[in-house]
């Protein structure tokens, strides 16, 4: 079984970058796809950006594509969104979480994903 505990987030202003980082342990990292979702008030949480094992598959949400880079280091068992233009749509809890794929893929539905860190909150002010 894995933890995940993010970290990274804060306050930043429109157009600002902000680098949320998703530690893991207690399990083998690079076997897990890995993802970030995002939960506003009063919303349901959604699919952000998605990373396969190896990192040379990746998959955006048409609303950050461009702006968010999904990327991860297997040896430090650690992913990371690299968040730049940010919005204050974009204030939101961000969470990171790992599947068990099959393959080299990627998965946007929330219940493919087994293990889930704590949150971290992200605001963007106008």
């Known amino acids: 079984q894995v933890q995940l505990v993010e970290s990274g987030g804060g306050l930043a202003q429109a157009g600002g970058s902000l680098r949320l980082s998703c530690a893991a342990s207690g399990g083998t990292f690079s076997s897990y796809a890995m993802g970030w979702f995002r939960q506003a008030p009063g919303k349901e949480r959604e699919f952000v950006a998605a990373i396969n094992w190896s990192g040379g598959n990746t998959y955006y949400a048409d609303s950050v594509k461009g702006r968010f880079t999904i990327s991860r280091d297997n040896a430090k068992n650690t992913v990371y969104l690299q968040m730049n233009s940010l919005k204050p749509e974009d204030t939101a809890v961000y969470y990171c979480?790992?599947?068990?794929?099959?393959?080299?893929?990627?998965?946007?539905?929330?219940?493919?994903?087994?293990?889930w860190g704590q949150g971290t909150q992200v605001t963007v002010s106008s």
């Open positions: 979480a790992a599947a068990t794929l099959g393959g080299g893929g990627v998965n946007t539905k929330r219940d493919r994903y087994s293990y």
